[in-house]
């Protein structure tokens, strides 16, 4: 009764934000890869659909490259990152996207393993936009992953938008592991 509650809880916690990340601060062991899926709610005054892919290589043991497309309706996000795992549960990740204009991305992430397959992760996520001006938007990540088969991830995410630029973006979906 105690887990099935817990995880309800830990469900609703991210909801309302943006979803980015998508990713636990582990990263993908050297030769193995990752490819996901996820559909989002942009939340900005009004409520915009999109769909995220993800690929991700594992470089080394603690390094890998993270790729990104997003697709909502007349703009397209192409992005791609390295993710350096410095801890046991901790990682930084720097890359760079294009959505309308050209950013550069920094995040860290902390990862809170739960019970079995079970992941609460947030952090820091921050990009510099270049458009007409600079503009430097700064989200808590909070995300829940779950386990659900060999192989095969839930992942449930969202970014708290802590600064007046951005939007906050619900998202979720799945991610296999090869």
Do not use: R
């Not at 294009?98 to 992430?109: H, P, Q, R, S, V």
């Not at 992953?145 to 095969?152: A, D, Q, S, T």
């Amino acid at each position: 009764m105690k887990k099935p509650t817990v995880l309800l809880i830990l469900c609703f916690l991210t909801i309302g934000a943006y979803s980015q990340v998508f990713n636990t601060s582990s990263t993908l062991g050297k030769g193995n890869f990752s490819a996901g899926f996820e559909p989002v709610i942009y939340i900005n005054g009004g409520n915009d659909l999109g769909l995220f892919l993800h690929g991700g290589a594992g470089l080394t043991s603690n390094v890998d490259l993270g790729v990104k497309l997003g697709i909502f309706g007349g703009s397209t996000y192409v992005g791609g990152d390295l993710e350096f795992e410095v801890g046991k549960n901790f990682s930084i990740s720097a890359g760079a996207h294009a959505f309308n204009d050209l950013a550069i991305d920094g995040t860290a992430l902390f990862t809170l393993p739960l019970a079995g397959n079970v992941s609460l992760y947030t952090g820091a996520d921050m990009d510099i936009i270049f458009a007409n001006e600079i503009l430097i938007p700064v989200w808590i990540p909070v995300g829940l992953e779950v386990g659900i088969k060999n192989k095969v991830s839930f992942i449930l995410e969202s970014q708290i938008k802590i600064t007046n630029v951005g939007y906050h973006v619900l998202g979720g979906g799945l991610n296999f592991y090869f």
